[in-house]
Nanobody
Framework: QLQASGGGLVQAGGSLRLSCKAA???????????FAWYRQVSGQQRESVAS???????NYADFVQGRFTISRDSSRKMTYLQMSSLKPEDTGVYYC?????????WGQGTQVTVSS
């Protein structure tokens, strides 16, 4: 249901924009869905990075405050994570998640590698 893309290799201080497309989700469902980005570093648990609710209310993990911005575009059924001032510790696989009515859907993940 969710297709994540936009990962890659970037130098520290650089930027990337991740995209998550809810291609099969009908628009009315998209409107009522909360989207979130998580990341997982090798050998560690998956952790929440940012989320955006149906009313565009956002939440961010402390470690990305001021550097990352989550947004959504209902017309395209897309969710974005704009990442700036990237650090080597931001390296990991980034996943998008959709939550609606108690159900969760995960995308396949996209690798982000930040070199020092």
């Amino acid at each position: 249901q969710l297709q994540a893309s936009g990962g890659g290799l970037v130098q520290a201080g650089g930027s990337l924009r991740l995209s998550c497309k809810a291609a099969r989700m009908i628009t009315s469902t998209f409107w009522g869905t909360t989207f979130a980005w998580y990341r997982q570093v090798s050998g560690q648990q998956r952790e929440s990075v940012a989320s955006i609710g149906p009313d565009r209310d956002t939440n961010y993990a402390d470690f990305v405050q001021g550097r990352f911005t989550i947004s959504r575009d209902s017309s395209r059924k897309m969710t974005y994570l704009q990442m700036s001032s990237l650090k080597p510790e931001d390296t990991g696989v980034y996943y998008c998640k959709a939550t609606n009515g108690g159900q969760e859907y995960w995308g396949q993940g996209t690798q982000v590698t930040v070199s020092s």
